[in-house]
């Protein structure tokens, strides 16, 4: 059941239980709303300003569900950037395969853009990446012009996704802490409720946007900024296998037949 929420921002209102989806409240329609909007704001006025281009669709889908979603998975600060980053690479490479191996024009669209989801969703399945609005920052590649080269572009997707992370840690902290735990269990470090490599990889992207946003005053720093982001992305991504639990075969239920194959399979006509 649908419920609306007519009691002013406070703490309980930024709860898990009542500030997500399917809850219609001020504090969403307030908070949320204007986080929304001004974290895109914050990003395209930095674009702009530090000469990183971006591609804006994707990251303005990025900023609603930091905003409005926070308690959901896909809008942690790992699945968001590396999310967008590794979607930039499978969308950039459909791109290249199906441009030199497809020479129908009718069909050059339709196959770079179903490659590009294709490669964005396994991409970001393998390195826990999770994230709804990467799909589209791999889709735009195939239709529409890029905003920088072609080599940088997954980079510089990286560097506004860390825009829109650092902007919902800024504005979420005086009612929780971004992000907020993921269970009672989770990890905490340094006050965030991130395992101790994320922080550091998410601490390093950090770094890396503030290189890569004094390009016009330094293009070695800009150069090192890419580097640098390029390993913090690099250790987000491989930072869930160190302790990654591998299953070949379940073990059999305590059910189950001979060699774990299950008994019987029961149908409402058979318990007839």
Same mark, same amino acid.
């Given at each position: 059941m649908i419920q609306i929420r007519l009691r002013p921002p406070c703490r309980r209102e930024f709860h898990r239980n009542v500030y997500?989806?399917?809850?219609?409240?001020?504090t969403r329609l307030l908070w949320g709303s204007v986080a929304a909007g001004g974290s895109l704001l914050s990003i395209a006025l930095?674009?702009?300003?530090?000469?990183?281009g971006v591609l804006y669709p994707p990251l303005a889908a990025t900023c609603f569900i930091n905003a409005t979603c926070v308690y959901l998975r896909v809008a942690r600060p790992k699945q968001i950037i590396?999310?967008?980053?590794?979607?930039?690479?499978?969308?950039?490479?459909?791109?290249?395969?199906?441009?030199? #191996?497809?020479?129908?024009?009718?069909?050059?669209?339709?196959?770079k853009l179903g490659l590009a989801? $294709?490669?964005?969703?396994?991409?970001?399945?393998?390195?826990?990446?999770?994230?709804?609005?990467?799909?589209?920052?791999?889709?735009?590649?195939?239709? #529409?012009?890029?905003?920088?080269d072609t080599l940088v572009l997954p980079?510089?997707?990286?560097?506004?996704?860390?825009?829109?992370?650092?902007?919902?840690?800024?504005?979420?902290?005086?009612?929780?802490?971004?992000?907020?735990?993921?269970?009672?269990?989770?990890?905490?470090?340094?006050?965030?409720?991130?395992?101790?490599?994320? $922080?550091?990889?998410?601490?390093?992207c950090s770094l890396?946007?503030?290189?890569?946003?004094?390009?016009?005053?330094?293009?070695?720093?800009y150069y090192g900024?890419?580097?640098?982001?390029?390993?913090?992305?690099?250790?987000?991504?491989?930072?869930?296998?160190?302790?990654a639990e591998i299953i070949i075969q379940d073990p059999p239920a305590p059910n189950d037949g001979p060699a774990g194959h299950g008994g019987p399979c029961i149908t409402p006509e058979s318990q007839n």
């Open positions: 997500r989806p399917g809850v219609i409240s001020l930095l674009s702009e300003a530090c000469q990183v590396v999310g967008h980053f590794v979607s930039t690479v499978g969308g950039l490479l459909a791109v290249v395969l199906v441009t030199t #191996l497809v020479h129908e024009p009718v069909l050059l669209i339709p196959l989801v $294709t490669f964005a969703a396994i991409f970001m399945q393998v390195f826990d990446a999770d994230h709804p609005p990467a799909a589209a920052t791999a889709a735009i590649p195939a239709i #529409l012009p890029l905003p920088s980079l510089h997707m990286a560097w506004g996704a860390v825009i829109a992370v650092l902007f919902s840690m800024a504005w979420s902290r005086p009612w929780f802490n971004y992000p907020p735990a993921e269970d009672t269990s989770g990890p905490l470090c340094l006050g965030m409720h991130m395992e101790r490599s994320e $922080t550091l990889g998410v601490g390093i890396a946007f503030v290189l890569m946003a004094l390009k016009p005053l330094s293009l070695w720093s900024g890419l580097m640098t982001m390029l390993l913090g992305v690099i250790l987000l991504m491989v930072q869930h296998f160190q302790a």
